[in-house]
């Protein structure tokens, strides 16, 4: 490989994706406080002291991008939406299609965000979480935040079994889309002014389009399920981009590209051609964190549509298993992204989160933090300094 500059702005070479496995005193204080043996007030303090904990080992690792651990939620998304005004939680009721994610059955009744009047962005608790987080991390650390992006909101919003409680409030779907765009611009200036420069969409939404059709399906239904799928991700891709029209120059917004992550389980498979005309040409972000680590992925010839501008950050290192990658093996696949987009546009990082919700991931925090220490290995070897 030839030699590459050494990246000073996020994403680095060596970067992560921001949540990290619950440590058994935060479990238990959760509990605790679920069993009102706690108070509010001891469950933030605990919060408190575990996430600087956490703080210190991301930097000791050698890790820039430093992020809470998403350590305050129960899950990626859903803590968020709820502290939008005109967001309520309910219990919804899974149909048995819905019951298992990649073979795992799931709660019938889980808990999910729907529309109680018009939202908006003022005020929310993840403001504060991010200035505890920036006041914490060392000064040649970056604070960066994760959030589920305004497309994965209007996914949320406009789902089939969702779409009716959303028509109550916003008759038509273009005045959803502006009023999405209103609340993130909200949200992320409030950041920006917090003293955020490095903020992270997430999104499982966009790579639903990727599974493969079904091979029952007749060709006219073929047809109308793409055409179905292309009017999504044109809808997705207003959404986010309206949203990161206009704002601070020196504010660099990522997004994760997710295939799903509850409990080592995953639910979309394909490769990325699917989205490489709509996300990977035309979304406005600064980079793409990318899951690539098995061949549910597809290969990297998709990475050729994003503009050359912007940054690929390859998720080669799993989460969801505790087996060490072998080295060599990351390094080539590398190499092999490289033929296709320049080794100075790549990073490294795992390619997901660790817990994207507070069960966590299946395996241990010794096994995470080889990962993490494996990414730093590979990315120190192949852009030296």
């Known amino acids: 490989m030839k030699n590459a500059a050494i990246r000073e702005t996020a994403p680095f070479r060596f970067d992560c994706v921001g949540s990290f496995l619950r440590t058994k005193v935060l479990k238990q204080a959760r509990a605790d406080f679920l069993d009102r043996k706690i108070?509010?007030?001891?469950?933030?303090?605990?919060?408190?002291?575990?996430?600087?904990?956490?703080?210190?080992?991301?930097?000791s690792l050698g890790l820039r991008s430093i992020t809470d651990g998403e350590y305050r939620r129960t899950s990626w998304d859903l803590d968020f939406f709820l502290g939008l005004q005109g967001v309520k939680s309910i219990k919804y009721k899974r149909s048995d299609s819905e019951n298992y994610f990649q073979g795992l059955l799931l709660d019938k009744e889980v808990k999910t965000a729907v529309l109680n009047g018009k939202i908006s962005g003022e005020n929310h608790p993840f403001i504060e979480h991010f200035k505890f987080l920036n006041d914490h991390i060392s000064a040649n650390s970056v604070a960066k935040i994760t959030i589920p992006g305004p497309a994965q909101f209007?996914?949320?919003?406009?789902?089939?079994?969702?779409?009716?409680?959303?028509?109550?409030?916003?008759?038509?779907?273009?005045?959803?889309?502006?009023?999405?765009?209103?609340?993130?611009?909200?949200?992320?200036?409030?950041?920006?002014?917090?003293?955020?420069?490095?903020?992270?969409?997430?999104?499982?939404?966009?790579?639903?389009?990727?599974?493969?059709?079904?091979k029952e399906l007749t060709d006219i239904e073929k047809s109308k399920e793409l055409r179905r799928r292309h009017e999504f991700l044109e809808d997705l891709l207003d959404v986010s981009n309206h949203t990161l029209e206009g704002l601070p120059s020196d504010l660099v917004i990522t997004t994760h590209a997710c295939r799903g992550n509850y409990r080592s389980r995953w639910n979309s498979t394909g490769g990325y051609e699917a989205v490489a005309e709509t996300m990977f040409a035309k979304e406005k972000v600064n980079a793409f964190f990318l899951e690539y680590d098995s061949d549910r992925a597809g290969d990297f010839t998709p990475l050729v549509k994003i503009p050359k501008y912007k940054l690929i950050v390859l998720g080669l290192v799993t989460t969801k298993a505790g087996q060490l990658e072998s080295k060599n093996e990351v390094i080539n696949r590398i190499e092999e992204a490289s033929r296709y987009v320049d080794i100075d546009r790549i990073c490294l990082s795992p390619q997901c989160g660790f817990a994207s919700t507070e069960e966590g991931n299946e395996l241990t925090e010794d096994e995470q933090w080889a990962k993490i220490r494996l990414i730093k290995e590979i990315a120190e070897e192949v852009w030296p300094s």
């Open 39 to 59: 108070s509010e007030e001891k469950l933030k303090e605990i919060e408190d002291q575990e996430i600087i904990k956490l703080i210190a080992k991301q930097e």
């Open 154 to 214: 209007f996914h949320r919003l406009t789902h089939k079994d969702r779409i009716d409680l959303t028509k109550r409030v916003y008759s038509t779907k273009e005045e959803l889309k502006k009023d999405i765009v209103k609340v993130y611009k909200t949200v992320i200036n409030d950041l920006y002014n917090a003293g955020a420069r490095v903020i992270q969409f997430d999104d499982c939404c966009w790579l639903l389009t990727v599974n493969p059709l079904s």
